[in-house]
C-alpha cells in the first residue's frame, strides 16, 4: 500500500522553504511533485535577528512562526495543486513533516552534560499549518533527541542511508546548506552492519550568503564566480579554521549560533583592507577545506561522495572538494534520484512517516543521545 507525506524544509540559509509530496511503498520513495517560496526579506532580516537576544523576543518570535506556517501552508498549496492533476486530494496524504526555522540551538556540551542546560528551537506554528492544510502535522523534530542527550542535529543522515546507500561500498553524502553536514554510509551489504555516522562539519553557505549579501546586494554568489575572481588570503583561513569547533570530536553540531557575521568580523579584524572577492573566496575555501578534513578523517573507506543542498550549485566550491578529494567520484544527488534541493524535504517527509508509524527517526551513533527516540509532535488536522 502506498503513503504519501509532505516533507518542508526551511534551512539555516534563511533563503525560504522547499516541499516536497513524496509517495512511500515499503523502503522505496519517490518524489511526486516539488515546490518552494523565498522568505519575505522582512521576515529573513527578523529570523536572523532572532539568532541572537533582543527585546520583546517571544512575541517576535510567535509572530514569526505564525508567519512560517503560512508560508509552509502556500508551499503545500502548491503541491497539492500539482498532485490534484493526478486525481489526489488532501485526504490522500497521511500527513505533513514541516521541520521549523532553527533559531537557537544549544545541544549538550558533551555526553555527560545535564540534558536540561540543552535546547534547540525551531520557529512554527504546527497547528495553525494543521488549520491552514487539513491535513495532520508533525513538527518539532529535534528536542527529542536532544532531551535524550543527543545533538539533535543532523537528522537526515538516516534518511541519507535509507536512499542513498550502496551494497558493496561505503559512500559519504555532503548536505551543503547554511551549515554542511555529512553522512558517512557503510555498505549495506556487511554483516553485522557498522554504524552510520554523521556530524555538522561547520559554515556551508551561511557566511557566503552573508558576505555576498553585504558587499553585492545578491543573496548569494551565483555559481561561485564572485569567490572564482578573488584570490586565497592563507593567513585568514588558517585563522578562521582555528575555531575550536573544528577539531571537536563527533558527535557535534552547530549553527548560526556559532558561526555567524559577528564570528567573521571578529575573525576578519586584521584584514579589513583585504579586497571583499578575496575573503569571498577564502571563505569557500573554509566551507571546502572543513567538509574535507572531516570526509578524510571519517570517510576514508569510502571513494563516493555525493553532494546535495544548495551549495551543490556553487561551481566554484564543488571544484575545490574535487580537488581536495582526487580519489573521490563527486557528483550531484540528481544523478542518484532526487534533485540536490529536494534532499532535506524529502528527509522530513520521510521522518514524518517514522513519526506516524511510531519508528525511531533518530540515529544515536550520529547524534550521540541515550538511544533510538520516535521524534516529533503530532498536530491532528
Same mark, same amino acid.
Given at each position: 500500500?502506498?503513503?504519501?507525506?509532505?516533507?518542508?524544509?526551511?534551512?539555516?540559509?534563511?533563503?525560504?522553504?522547499?516541499?516536497?509530496?513524496?509517495?512511500?511503498?515499503?523502503?522505496?520513495?519517490?518524489?511526486?511533485?516539488?515546490?518552494?517560496? @523565498?522568505?519575505?526579506?522582512?521576515?529573513?532580516?527578523?529570523?536572523?535577528?532572532?539568532?541572537?537576544?533582543?527585546?520583546?523576543?517571544?512575541?517576535?518570535?510567535?509572530?514569526?512562526?505564525?508567519?512560517?506556517?503560512?508560508?509552509?501552508?502556500?508551499?503545500?498549496?502548491?503541491?497539492?495543486?500539482?498532485?490534484?492533476?493526478?486525481?489526489?486530494?488532501?485526504?490522500?496524504?497521511?500527513?505533513?513533516?514541516?521541520?521549523?526555522?532553527?533559531?537557537?540551538?544549544? @545541544?549538550?556540551?558533551?555526553?555527560?552534560?545535564?540534558?536540561?542546560?540543552?535546547?534547540?528551537?525551531?520557529?512554527?506554528?504546527?497547528?495553525?499549518?494543521?488549520?491552514?492544510?487539513?491535513?495532520?502535522?508533525?513538527?518539532?523534530?529535534?528536542?527529542?533527541?536532544?532531551?535524550?542527550?543527543?545533538?539533535?542535529?543532523?537528522?537526515?543522515?538516516?534518511?541519507?542511508?535509507?536512499?542513498?546507500?550502496?551494497?558493496?561500498?561505503?559512500?559519504?553524502?555532503?548536505?551543503?546548506?547554511?551549515?554542511?553536514?555529512?553522512?558517512?554510509?557503510?555498505?549495506?551489504?556487511?554483516?553485522?552492519?557498522?554504524?552510520?555516522?554523521?556530524?555538522?562539519?561547520?559554515?556551508?553557505?551561511?557566511?557566503?550568503?552573508?558576505?555576498?549579501?553585504?558587499?553585492?546586494?545578491?543573496?548569494?554568489?551565483?555559481?561561485?564566480?564572485?569567490?572564482?575572481?578573488?584570490?586565497?588570503?592563507?593567513?585568514?583561513?588558517?585563522?578562521?579554521?582555528?575555531? @575550536?569547533?573544528?577539531?571537536?570530536?563527533?558527535?557535534?553540531?552547530?549553527?548560526?549560533?556559532?558561526?555567524?557575521?559577528?564570528?567573521?568580523?571578529?575573525?576578519?579584524?586584521?584584514?579589513?583592507?583585504?579586497?571583499?572577492?578575496?575573503?569571498?573566496?577564502?571563505?569557500?575555501?573554509?566551507?571546502?577545506?572543513?567538509?574535507?578534513?572531516?570526509?578524510?578523517?571519517?570517510?576514508?573507506?569510502?571513494?563516493?561522495?555525493?553532494?546535495?543542498?544548495?551549495?551543490?550549485?556553487?561551481?566554484?566550491?564543488?571544484?575545490?572538494?574535487?580537488?581536495?578529494?582526487?580519489?573521490?567520484?563527486?557528483?550531484?544527488?540528481?544523478?542518484?534520484?532526487?534533485?540536490?534541493?529536494?534532499?532535506?524535504?524529502?528527509?522530513?517527509?520521510?521522518?514524518?512517516?517514522?513519526?506516524?508509524?511510531?519508528?525511531?527517526?533518530?540515529?544515536?551513533?550520529?547524534?550521540?543521545?541515550?538511544?533510538?527516540?520516535?521524534?516529533?509532535?503530532?498536530?491532528?488536522?
Amino acid at each position: 500500500m502506498q503513503e504519501f507525506f509532505i516533507g518542508l524544509m526551511s534551512g539555516t540559509s534563511l533563503d525560504g522553504v522547499d516541499g516536497v509530496l513524496a509517495g512511500f511503498s515499503g523502503r522505496d520513495m519517490r518524489v511526486i511533485a516539488a515546490a518552494s517560496a @523565498p522568505f519575505p526579506e522582512r521576515l529573513q532580516h527578523e529570523l536572523l535577528a532572532l539568532n541572537a537576544p533582543g527585546p520583546n523576543e517571544l512575541h517576535r518570535a510567535a509572530l514569526a512562526g505564525n508567519q512560517i506556517a503560512t508560508i509552509y501552508a502556500g508551499v503545500v498549496a502548491q503541491l497539492m495543486e500539482s498532485a490534484s492533476r493526478q486525481g489526489m486530494t488532501a485526504a490522500a496524504i497521511n500527513a505533513i513533516g514541516a521541520h521549523g526555522q532553527t533559531v537557537r540551538h544549544q @545541544p549538550p556540551l558533551s555526553r555527560t552534560n545535564h540534558p536540561g542546560q540543552a535546547y534547540t528551537v525551531q520557529l512554527n506554528n504546527p497547528a495553525l499549518l494543521a488549520e491552514l492544510t487539513g491535513i495532520d502535522v508533525v513538527a518539532d523534530f529535534r528536542s527529542r533527541d536532544v532531551a535524550a542527550g543527543g545533538q539533535g542535529a543532523p537528522l537526515v543522515p538516516a534518511f541519507h542511508h535509507s536512499v542513498f546507500a550502496q551494497t558493496d561500498s561505503t559512500v559519504v553524502v555532503l548536505n551543503l546548506g547554511g551549515i554542511a553536514n555529512i553522512s558517512i554510509l557503510p555498505a549495506t551489504g556487511i554483516v553485522p552492519a557498522p554504524a552510520v555516522l554523521g556530524f555538522d562539519c561547520g559554515p556551508g553557505n551561511a557566511l557566503l550568503d552573508a558576505w555576498c549579501q553585504r558587499h553585492t546586494g545578491q543573496p548569494f554568489d551565483a555559481g561561485g564566480a564572485w569567490a572564482a575572481s578573488g584570490q586565497l588570503i592563507p593567513e585568514l583561513l588558517v585563522s578562521l579554521l582555528d575555531e @575550536p569547533y573544528f577539531s571537536k570530536l563527533p558527535p557535534k553540531s552547530t549553527g548560526r549560533d556559532l558561526f555567524n557575521l559577528g564570528w567573521l568580523e571578529t575573525k576578519l579584524a586584521p584584514w579589513t583592507s583585504q579586497r571583499p572577492q578575496d575573503i569571498q573566496h577564502t571563505l569557500t575555501e573554509l566551507t571546502a577545506s572543513s567538509c574535507v578534513t572531516a570526509i578524510k578523517s571519517y570517510g576514508k573507506d569510502s571513494m563516493e561522495l555525493i553532494v546535495c543542498g544548495g551549495g551543490a550549485f556553487n561551481r566554484h566550491l564543488m571544484q575545490r572538494l574535487q580537488i581536495g578529494l582526487p580519489s573521490f567520484t563527486v557528483s550531484v544527488s540528481d544523478v542518484h534520484g532526487i534533485p540536490a534541493q529536494q534532499v532535506e524535504a524529502a528527509a522530513f517527509a520521510w521522518l514524518a512517516r517514522q513519526t506516524i508509524s511510531r519508528q525511531p527517526g533518530n540515529l544515536a551513533s550520529v547524534t550521540g543521545a541515550a538511544g533510538p527516540r520516535i521524534l516529533g509532535a503530532i498536530y491532528p488536522s
